[in-house]
Antibody, heavy 117, light 110 residues
C-alpha cells in the first residue's frame, strides 16, 4: 500500500532552518507530484508548494518564496522540505501528501516543528 | 494568497443533514472542477473525503456528498453521526498551478 513516512519532531531557534523528509513507498515515486501542507496551532491547513519528483521542478506560493526549498532524492524515493529563517509562527505540524491529480491522498503522519528561543 | 471562505462552525443533531460552504473566486473554485474536501480529527492526519467537486474515494461513506455552484462549493453530510465530529477543509486548484485551502469548519454533533 502507499505509504509516506516523515522524519521526527524538531525544535529550532528563531532564524534557523529545518529540513523535513518524507519517504514514499508502494507506488512509482516519479509519476506523481508531492505537496507540503502545514497546520499551525489553532489555525487551518496551509498549502506550501509542490515538487515533481521526476524533474525536480517546484512551485511555491508567494508567501513562502525565498524561504522554502523542496528537493528530492530519487535513489531513496524521498522528498525534502527545507524552511529557512524560522519564526515563532512557523511552529506547526508539517505534512507531505501525494497528488494523484488535483487532490491529496494519502498524507504522511506529520512532523511537528517547534520554533522557540 | 487568500484562503477560501468557510463558516467557522456548523452543528447538527444525530441523523440530521448539514452543509458546509466554501467560497472562492473565478480563479479557483469557479474556474475549475478541482475542489476537494478533507476531514481532520484532533491530532489525526487529514483524510480525503471528496475530490473533483463530487467524487467520493472508495471507502468513504455515501453520507458525504459534494457539489458546486458558481464560485461556491459545498459538502453535505447526511445522517449525521457522532464520528463525523471533526474539522473539515475544502481545497481548490488555483490558476498558476497553485492550490488553496479553505479556512476550515468545525462540525459539532449535538
Amino acid at each position: 500500500q502507499v505509504q509516506l513516512v516523515q522524519s521526527g519532531a524538531e525544535v529550532k531557534r528563531p532564524g534557523a532552518s529545518v529540513k523535513v523528509s518524507c519517504k514514499a513507498s508502494g507506488y512509482t515515486f516519479t509519476t506523481l507530484n508531492m505537496h507540503w501542507v502545514r497546520r499551525a496551532p489553532g489555525q487551518g491547513l496551509e498549502w506550501m508548494g509542490w515538487i515533481a519528483p521526476n524533474s525536480g521542478v517546484t512551485n511555491y506560493p508567494q508567501k513562502f518564496q525565498g524561504r522554502v526549498t523542496m528537493t528530492r532524492d530519487m535513489s531513496i524515493t524521498t522528498v525534502y522540505m527545507e524552511l529557512s529563517n524560522l519564526r515563532s509562527d512557523d511552529t506547526a505540524v508539517y505534512y507531505c501528501t501525494r497528488a494523484p491529480e488535483a487532490w491529496f491522498d494519502p498524507w504522511g503522519q506529520g512532523t511537528l516543528v517547534t520554533v522557540s528561543s | 494568497q487568500s484562503a477560501l471562505t468557510q463558516p467557522a462552525s456548523v452543528s447538527g443533531s444525530p441523523g440530521q443533514s448539514i452543509t458546509i460552504s466554501c467560497t472562492g473566486t473565478s480563479s479557483d473554485v469557479g474556474g475549475y472542477n478541482y475542489v476537494s474536501w478533507y476531514q481532520q480529527h484532533p491530532d489525526k492526519v487529514p483524510k480525503l473525503m471528496i475530490y473533483d467537486v463530487s467524487r467520493r474515494p472508495s471507502g468513504v461513506s455515501n453520507r458525504f456528498s459534494g457539489s458546486k455552484s458558481g464560485n461556491t462549493a459545498s459538502l453535505t453530510i447526511s445522517g449525521l453521526q457522532a464520528e463525523d465530529e471533526a474539522d473539515y477543509y475544502c481545497c481548490s486548484y488555483r490558476s498558476g498551478d497553485f492550490y488553496v485551502f479553505g479556512t476550515g469548519t468545525m462540525v459539532t454533533v449535538l
